[in-house]
């Protein structure tokens, strides 16, 4: 397995755009989580979903942002309009019913200036 | 929100050195986890202790869960340049697999 695969490795936008995280899980994972890091606040959990349903969005800052998953392999977290506070690395990770840990993607660093 | 403290936040030792880090929390999760993450990359699972007391040992990495199940420690034996990198803990909720994560400690093993 290629393990969680999250596109695109690096973005640089300009604050109000419209900016567009992917994330494909481990083929046979049933849960999928969007977390954020900084230096200031670490990991932080963003929003995470159980067999495509959205479980627990509390950690989604504002309104500007939002989560899709529409089937078992592909999740989208959008920011729109982005701003430069938003600038920080946006990690995926996946996990199966054995509940074994997390398998986390290699993130995508978010530069908005 | 169950919260997770991880100490110390910064460790720099000599290479053959051991060193100890520190999970803490006030709450009693289901299980934890720990793991490294290296620069560019996501963090990778290293162990996950369920059990009160239990201890996992990973090559020259020891593992071990409080027994209240609301701490737990990493220890490394005689460290490698190739143990740097950000260790972090993270605490399994009872209901679900929602994970909370600590602050992480940044270890750097000098040659």
């Known amino acids: 397995d290629a393990g969680v695969i999250q596109s695109p490795r690096h973005e640089v936008t300009e604050m109000g755009q419209e900016v567009t995280l992917r994330c494909k899980p481990i083929?046979?994972?049933?849960?999928l989580f969007w977390y954020r890091q900084t230096m200031m606040r670490g990991l932080e959990l963003l929003i995470y979903?159980?067999?495509?349903?959205?479980?627990?969005d509390s950690g989604m800052p504002e309104d500007r942002f939002s989560a899709k998953m529409p089937n078992a392999s592909f999740s989208t977290l959008k920011i729109q309009p982005s701003e430069p506070r938003d600038s920080a690395v946006y990690f995926c990770?996946?996990?199966?019913?054995?509940?074994?840990?997390?398998?986390f993607g290699s993130g995508t660093r978010l530069t908005v200036v | 929100t169950q919260l997770l403290e991880q100490s110390p936040q910064f460790l720099s030792i000599q290479e053959g050195e051991n060193l100890t880090v520190y999970c803490n929390s006030s709450?009693?999760?289901?299980?934890l986890q720990w793991y490294r993450q290296e620069p560019g990359e996501g963090p990778v699972l290293l162990v996950t202790?369920?059990?009160?007391?239990e201890v996992k040992k990973l090559k020259r990495l020891t593992f071990q869960f409080g027994d209240a199940r609301k701490d737990s420690s990493l220890h490394i034996t005689a460290a490698q340049p190739g143990d740097t990198g950000l260790y972090l803990c993270?605490?399994?909720?009872?209901?679900?697999?929602?994970?909370?994560f600590g602050g992480g400690t940044r270890v750097l093993v000098k040659p």
């Open positions: 979903f159980n067999n495509n349903v959205p479980i627990d």
């Open positions: 202790v369920v059990t009160g007391g």
């Open positions: 709450s009693v999760f289901s299980s």
């Open positions: 993270a605490g399994e909720e009872a209901a679900g697999n929602k994970l909370t």
């Open positions: 083929s046979g994972h049933n849960s």
């Open positions: 990770a996946s996990t199966g019913t054995d509940n074994y840990g997390y398998t």
